[in-house]
């Protein structure tokens, strides 16, 4: 059963950067196959898609993000992150991570979220 | 603003059909798989629709979905109360080489 954990900082502080990490288990990312994907939802809003990286380490990111985003992987570790800098309150949102089929584009596998407020 | 389109509310009595409706353009739905995902309060969202009409097991087979051109559909027939949910649909946009959502339709069981 594959499993995906979202861990770090549950609050940062305006034009700081917001670092998470997602540790995944049950299947290496090592193996392709899948997008590695950070995904949010802003409160009461709906689901965004912020990029992916491929296990060879290529990344795609949304273009409204791009400038601020950088997303890498550990394969050793089995964990791909996410570095969101130059924060603001419009950055408040759940984080997602999550397992993109590269071949229907279904999003297989999601971790449960992790809540990030950007306040001071 | 959501790439997909979907209506904010949909409602229903038990017992009732109700259909919630995607719209998108020709970069997503019109050329790629759509998916639907339903989302209960504070979990993430769970698949209920792949490949624009399959179920994955365990989904009941009240829940259907089709696909036309750029648009698509979710009916969900014999509406129970554990229905109320977020539904949302989502696709791969060949333009922005990554996966879009629609913005998400609340569902209220009367």
């Known amino acids: 059963q594959v499993q995906l954990q979202e861990s770090g900082p549950g609050l940062v502080k305006p034009s700081q950067t917001l670092s998470l990490t997602c540790t995944v288990s049950g299947a290496s990312i090592s193996n392709g196959g899948y997008y590695w994907s950070w995904i949010r939802q802003h409160p009461g809003k709906g689901l965004e898609w912020i990029g992916y990286i491929y296990y060879s380490g290529s990344t795609h990111y949304n273009p409204s993000l791009k400038s601020r985003v950088t997303i890498s992987v550990d394969t050793s570790r089995n964990q791909f992150s996410l570095k969101l800098n130059s924060v603001t309150a419009a950055d408040t949102a759940v984080y997602f991570c999550?397992?993109?089929?590269?071949?229907?584009?279904?999003?297989?596998?999601w971790g449960q979220g992790t809540l990030v407020t950007v306040s001071s | 603003q959501s790439v997909l389109t979907q209506p904010p509310s949909a409602s229903g009595t038990p017992g009732q059909r109700v259909t919630i409706s995607c719209s998108g353009s020709s970069s997503n739905i019109g050329s790629n798989y759509l998916f639907w995902y339903q989302q209960l309060p504070g979990t993430a969202p769970n698949l209920l629709i792949s490949r624009n009409n399959q179920r994955p097991s365990g989904v009941p087979d009240r829940f259907s979905g089709s696909k036309s051109g750029t648009s698509a559909s979710l009916a969900i027939s014999g509406l129970r109360s554990e229905d109320e949910a977020d539904y949302y649909c989502?696709?791969?946009?060949?333009?922005?080489?990554?996966?879009?959502f629609g913005g998400g339709t609340k569902l209220t069981v009367l």
């Open positions: 989502a696709a791969w946009d060949d333009r922005l080489s990554g996966p879009v």
């Open positions: 999550a397992g993109l089929h590269v071949g229907t584009a279904m999003v297989d596998y």
